[in-house]
């Protein structure tokens, strides 16, 4: 009996091992998607005028992958592909940069990062900037309840602001409503009025305020332009200096309210996106202007979020990921950035609108203590639409048929098993018919035609500007002998591949 009693005890010890096994390869993830942050931008990744100690401490937790790629070379595009795992490209509807009354472009049904991760047993949620849409055919309703969103397709929780700080409306959604709308003051968002009128086309002396800058028609929020037409919701407006405290504020109460189940946060920083607004703490501390001093405050969120998995005793079981939504970019329409020697996506060429690596080549950096090496650099190709497949092979998620179509499973790149991660990548600006770039091993190319916006390819030749263009990244990373002519067999094979990944007629 002593026996049998015994053998049955060593099972059950040896079966509820095996259970806290199956849990414990249930990591808590974080993903931290920085806006316009460029490769070189942090000081693990080189720069000299900024200082990124928490990155620097995540790098050196963790693995620093030198060659990640943000999906587009613009906001919207890569936050669709990294949701879904799907290329917008190949998606429809908003492949490109969402005003802020878009509605939902991630149909609701959609397998998601999120709803994979729930799928699965997590806790999941979304703080940050959203910009991929809100609300049905026809928008969102911003006086009433803001359906179908981030609760409608995999998340649990969101607190976020519906597209850019420099797109109206300026205010939060939590869930499915405006944050601090007062009923009496309802807001009015139109990206179709003109300047000085209200939507009933009357003169509107608020409104005689708006400026057309930029080729955009601004309303003056807060004293700063915004892309787009408002009127209303004065009590619900954001204040741009307390925008990254108060992000970091939801992601750490969301920690904080999921720590005792696996839980997945995906935390869309603001910083560094125009218009860069500092809070007073860090305005002046960077030797680079406004957006050094943003880049700061970047640093700091993401310092109080490690702080946070740490006070909690989370950091062992917990995968941090951080990148960003597309290469750095000084001009983006708005401050006067000053005239510093400082290249934020150095040492690569071009910046955020453009197909050349500074477009779409990222920070990334992976820390899970005693997964993935410490210290340790990877020359893997992966991209943020892997994170679907990556994630879900990781907590043992089934993805659905005919769903994140794209996505690779780079998970033995991920935790150091691996040095290879994709065969290859293809970039876009935005939309659905190019112009791409194609990564294939060490070679690339780049289409020609309409590429890049506005003065984003200040300082490097427009994609538009020239017929395709073909690099050798081993030989030249820095992209600067277009190979195209003197390679026309490698030009042909590189274009055919093209032609079979978007699965179009030639
Ligand atoms: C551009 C805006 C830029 C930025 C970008 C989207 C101007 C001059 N430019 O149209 O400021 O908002 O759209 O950036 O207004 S993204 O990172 O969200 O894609
Ligand atoms: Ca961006």
Redesign the pocket.
């Known amino acids: 009996m002593k026996q049998v009693l015994f053998t049955f005890c060593c099972v059950l010890s040896s079966v509820w091992g095996s259970v806290q096994a199956a849990e414990s390869v249930k990591p808590n993830i974080v993903f931290i998607l920085a806006?316009?942050i460029g490769y070189g931008d942090l000081s693990c990744q080189g720069a000299k005028h900024v200082k990124t100690p928490n990155l620097d401490r995540l790098a050196k937790q963790g693995c620093r992958f030198t060659d990640a790629h943000s999906p587009a070379s613009?906001?919207?595009p890569?936050r669709r592909a990294f949701l879904t795992g799907t290329y917008s490209w190949r998606q429809k509807a908003g492949s490109s940069?969402a005003p802020g009354d878009a509605a939902l472009t991630i149909p609701p049904g959609t397998a998601t990062v999120a709803s994979l991760l729930k799928s699965a047993g997590y806790r999941t949620g979304v703080v940050g900037?959203w910009?991929v849409g809100l609300g049905g055919e026809g928008g969102p309703e911003w006086n009433a309840e803001i359906k179908p969103g981030p609760l409608e397709i995999g998340f649990d929780s969101a607190f976020i602001m519906a597209?850019?700080?420099?797109?109206v409306p300026t205010v939060y959604v939590k869930d499915h409503r405006v944050v601090g709308l007062d009923p009496n003051d309802p807001i009015q968002v139109s990206y179709r009025q003109k300047i000085g009128t209200d939507p009933t086309g009357e003169e509107n002396p608020e409104l005689l305020k708006l400026k057309h800058?930029?080729?955009?028609d601004?309303t003056i929020v807060n004293g700063i332009g915004r892309?787009g037409w408002m009127s209303g919701g004065k009590s619900a407006r954001w204040i741009d200096e307390e925008m990254s405290d108060t992000f970091v504020k939801h992601a750490v109460e969301f920690i904080e309210a999921s720590r005792d189940r696996p839980f997945f946060l995906f935390f869309a920083t603001h910083d560094v996106?125009?218009p860069r607004v500092p809070h007073p703490r860090f305005k002046g501390t960077s030797s680079v202007g406004t957006r050094g001093d943003v880049i700061h405050e970047l640093d700091d969120a993401v310092g109080t979020v490690l702080a946070t998995l740490d006070r909690l005793k989370l950091t062992e079981n917990t995968l941090v990921i951080f990148t960003s939504?597309?290469g750095g970019v000084m001009d983006?329409?708005?401050e006067d950035v000053g005239s510093f020697d400082y290249h934020p996506n150095a040492p690569l060429r071009g910046t955020?609108?453009t197909l050349f690596e500074g477009g779409h080549r990222v920070p990334f950096l992976a820390r899970w203590p005693g997964h993935i090496p410490t210290g340790s650099t990877s020359g893997a190709l992966l991209a943020h639409l892997d994170m679907a497949a990556t994630f879900a092979a990781l907590v043992g998620a089934d993805v659905p048929a005919g769903q994140c179509l794209d996505g690779v499973n780079v998970l033995p790149a991920l935790l150091g098993k691996s040095t290879t991660g994709r065969a290859d990548f293809v970039a876009h600006v935005?939309g659905t018919q190019g112009p791409f770039a194609l990564r294939s091993g060490h070679w690339k190319l780049i289409t020609p035609g309409g590429g890049g916006?506005?003065?984003a390819a200040k300082g490097s030749v427009k994609p538009s500007a020239v017929g395709p263009q073909l690099y050798d990244l081993q030989a030249d990373p820095a992209e600067s002998k277009n190979l195209a002519e003197l390679q026309p067999k490698k030009l042909n094979e590189m274009q055919g591949l093209l032609v079979k990944i978007r699965g179009v007629e030639k």
């Open positions: 806006d316009d613009t906001c919207t890569t940069i900037k910009h597209a850019t700080g420099d797109r800058t930029h080729g955009h601004k892309i996106h125009v939504d597309n983006d329409g708005y955020k609108g935005g916006y506005g003065k």
